[in-house]
């Protein structure tokens, strides 16, 4: 298997036979994607649009007032956290103990947990991080789960916990059902002995502004009855990536509280879902956004008309939201064309199926894949070449999932 810092033929998109190739081999900025070491598919960055949205969420985060902890389960790529906390990241929100521990180990200073902790030995982990000066609070939304952490605080020498109270909304996900629910949860939890550092939610899956705004007003109640309890300036965090606009309105410059947006998909945004609901269509005096991710996948097959068969599928990019938008196309002789109306319908594990309409795609051409929901973009791959516009390879990304 690769070693830090190598690369070899055990690497999806790498084409690499003989001896592990050190990384600054890959990442020099003098090949190119079309003929060096690399295969198809393959998945690619573009730098110029990590650049740009990293830089744009970070200016928005700050003139709203809000600081900015960017959700890592959407790339669990190091170089990204860096260069999201060098642009001013508070710090980087994590979904489970297990990510928690690799941002650890990747030199992550400050984390947002945001679930629920039940597994014993990830608490006590948490309770000597915290202990020895990590800054590592997480979720609650149950008796059980402060009571799981009390006991660990209990088990780890000078050990301690800091907890957000989570507010959900009845029918949605985790967290408790009601702002009086999470106000008493508090309570509960500082009686147990935990640092109550604030409460936190998830605003995704409600329908609509109105919706979203309402629940935010859930959320700056339960922070008041925090403030009650906890000493110093309660966290009041919320934020998914398509009602960022909403929890500034409500949230930003809150005053006598700490405000965190956790938006995550940002990072290389996509050409689907979040390209038609993120908040910069409704605000675009306030910035954009560009797709960063490509997939670049050859067509194996035209066994009919209006139809050709390209080798990525299933394993190699996201369906869960939208299909894969064929974006252009490269020739065997290099020239590059428009897909015109050509569109995936369909994806096996390992082949799409595109209707060509019209287009003219021919066997071992190249097509350039936008894909929809880079959540399930970046666990499909270890390992992500980044390129520059003209896709030279500039550097290299690891993921760990």
Known sequence: MSGLGTFDGFDKGLWLTGDAVPEADLASGGLSLFDGPFTYPVMVARQSALDANIATMAAYTRRHGMLFAPHGKTSMAPKLFAAQLAAGAWGITVATPNQALAARNFGVPRLLLANEVLDPR???????????????????DSPEGVAAAARAVAEVPGGRLDVLVELGRPGGRTGCRSAAEAAALARTAADAGLGVAGVAGYEGGLPDADAVTAWLRDLVAVGDAVAEIAPG????????????????????????????????????????????????????????????LDVWAQVLSA??????????????????????????????????????????????????????????????????????????????????????????????LRTYF
């Open 233 to 292: 300036e309660p966290i009041v965090s919320a934020g998914g990536s398509a009602w960022f606009d909403a929890v500034a309105a409500v949230l930003g410059g809150l005053p006598d509280r700490t405000v965190i947006l956790r938006s995550g998909a940002y990072v290389s945004h996509d050409d689907g879902y979040y390209r038609r609901v993120t908040p910069f269509v409704r605000h675009p005096d306030e910035g954009a956004l560009d797709g960063a």
């Open 122 to 140: 990830a608490l006590r982990w948490v309770a000597a991080q915290v202990r020895d000066g990590a800054e590592l609070p997480f979720y609650v």
């Open 303 to 396: 066994p009919e008309p209006g139809l050709a068969i390209l080798g990525a599928g299933r394993r190699d990019v996201p369906f869960d939201l939208d299909l894969p938008r064929p974006r252009g196309i490269r020739g065997a002789d290099g020239t590059v064309r428009p897909a015109g109306a050509m569109a995936v319908v369909k994806l096996d594990d390992q082949h799409a199926y595109a209707e060509t309409r019209g287009t003219d795609v021919r066997p071992g051409d190249l097509v350039r894949l936008g894909i929809s929901h880079p959540c399930t973009a970046f666990d499909k791959w270890r390992v992500i070449p980044v390129v520059d516009d003209a896709y030279r390879v500039t550097d290299v």
